[in-house]
């Protein structure tokens, strides 16, 4: 049997609008992935200019957005389980 449901990476919040923790190994990487990055970034280009890396930590901010945005449930404001 097969099911068009796709698998979610993070849930919806059980109160309130948005996105909980992950609830996938998949989610959880995208984390790590994210803070790697961010630590990196913080490594080599805030020592040769703080501007760059406000830009870069700016973009690199809307990334985990657009992957939650497309991997997770559709958020809806909620109040405890439907």
């Known amino acids: 049997m097969q099911t068009d449901k796709k698998k979610i990476w ?10 909980s923790f992950p609830c996938a190994w998949q989610g959880w ?29 700016m973009v690199l901010g809307g990334a985990p957005i657009l992957v939650v945005a497309t991997t997770g449930e559709k958020p809806r404001w909620r109040w405890g389980r439907d």
């Open 10 to 19: 993070f849930p919806a919040k059980k109160y309130g609008w948005g996105w």
């Open 29 to 57: 990487m995208v984390y790590a992935i994210w803070w790697v990055l961010l630590l990196g970034g913080g490594l080599f280009l805030a020592p040769h200019s703080i501007g760059m890396f406000v830009v870069y930590a």
